[in-house]
Nanobody, 122 residues
Framework: QVQLVESGGGLVQAGGSLTLSCSAS????????MAWFRQTPGKEREFAGA????????KYADSVKGRFTISRDTAKSTVYLQMNNLKPEDTAIYYC???????????????WGQGTQVTVSS
């Protein structure tokens, strides 16, 4: 049974930092891409960034580039999203996802976590 479990969300002031974790289990993800999406009520799920398990190639949305960093620990089967200089508009539920190709489209990802809330106060 494939599981992606996010953790690390919470409340932070604008300008602060948070690191989210996504622990993956249930299958081999070595050929997969791991992505972070975020969603606010009434809006579509938005791509934040992604990383390939194999070589650690990363891609980011323009809205987070320079502030967010994705990394992975292959030994722990865990992907991280370090978020710095957070802004109120970063407030959302953040989801971890796994899929065969690193793309922006949520439909390309086969597996999803349950999400973790990030709230940035002004």
């Amino acid at each position: 049974q494939v599981q992606l479990v996010e953790s690390g969300g919470g409340l932070v002031q604008a300008g602060g930092s948070l690191t989210l974790s996504c622990s993956a289990s249930g299958r081999t993800f070595s050929s997969f891409a791991m992505a972070w999406f975020r969603q606010t009520p009434g809006k579509e799920r938005e791509f934040a960034g992604a990383i390939t398990w194999s070589i650690g190639y990363t891609k980011y949305a323009d809205s987070v580039k320079g502030r967010f960093t994705i990394s992975r620990d292959t030994a722990k089967s865990t992907v991280y999203l370090q978020m710095n200089n957070l802004k109120p508009e970063d407030t959302a539920i953040y989801y971890c996802a796994a899929g065969p190709v690193l793309v922006n489209a949520p439909g390309a990802y086969n597996y999803w976590g349950q999400g973790t809330q990030v709230t940035v106060s002004s």
